[in-house]
């Protein structure tokens, strides 16, 4: 069964985290959600910490987003938005795109701003990513780890060796699904 899950700002920011979630999403491991403001947020996150990066190059990732899964991008949330208490009122428009998307999940860093209380009139879990993805290995565990292998393949520049791979995973928070990859190693 494929979860739908919101991907906060904080989980979109780094570029390896977003590119091996989306890679999940690609292969249909699960159904990702966000809104223009999740968007605006990640980018605009980026360009203040790596303004290296320039517009041109974060604004190409969006398009390629929104290209890639043009359902993604939820709208008509807005009206929700006011209705909704988390502990922080800025947080209310993530909560508002998983309750308009039927999402099950808002995967994200920041827990403490998505108290289960406050989630659970919607039947919506927050979620680190690590945590999420242990339940997308739970689902069906070659067709992951076939989506693994093909999201290291396309790594090219420069190519990652499978330790290189799991440990850039690793750095990313994702030591739960390291775990189940080491056991893997051969097939990734």
């Not at 403001?37 to 320039?54: A, F, H, S, T, V």
């Not at 919506?124 to 945590?131: G, T």
Request: net charge neutral; aromatic share 10%; proline share 6%.
């Amino acid at each position: 069964m494929t979860s739908n899950a919101v991907l906060d700002a904080c989980v979109l920011y780094s570029s390896s985290l977003r590119d091996f979630l989306l890679r999940l999403a690609y292969d249909r491991r699960f159904l990702p959600f966000w809104s223009e403001e999740i968007q605006d947020e990640w980018k605009r996150n980026l360009l203040q910490n790596r303004p290296d990066l320039g517009l041109k190059k974060i604004e190409h990732t969006r398009r390629e987003m929104k290209k890639y899964f043009p359902n993604a991008f939820i709208h008509g949330h807005e009206s929700t938005i006011s209705t909704l208490q988390l502990p922080d009122i800025k947080d209310r428009h993530v909560l508002a795109v998983a309750v308009h998307a039927k999402a099950e999940y808002i995967v994200t860093f920041n827990l403490k701003d998505f108290p289960a209380s406050a989630l659970a009139p919607y039947q919506v879990e927050a979620v680190l990513p690590d945590d999420f993805v242990v339940k997308v290995i739970k689902d069906d565990e070659q067709p992951f780890i076939d989506a693994v292998a093909k999201h290291r393949a396309v790594l090219a520049r420069p190519p990652k060796t499978v330790e290189e791979y799991l440990a850039a995973l690793e750095k990313q928070g994702l030591p739960k699904t390291v775990e189940f990859l080491r056991k893997h190693k051969a097939e990734i």
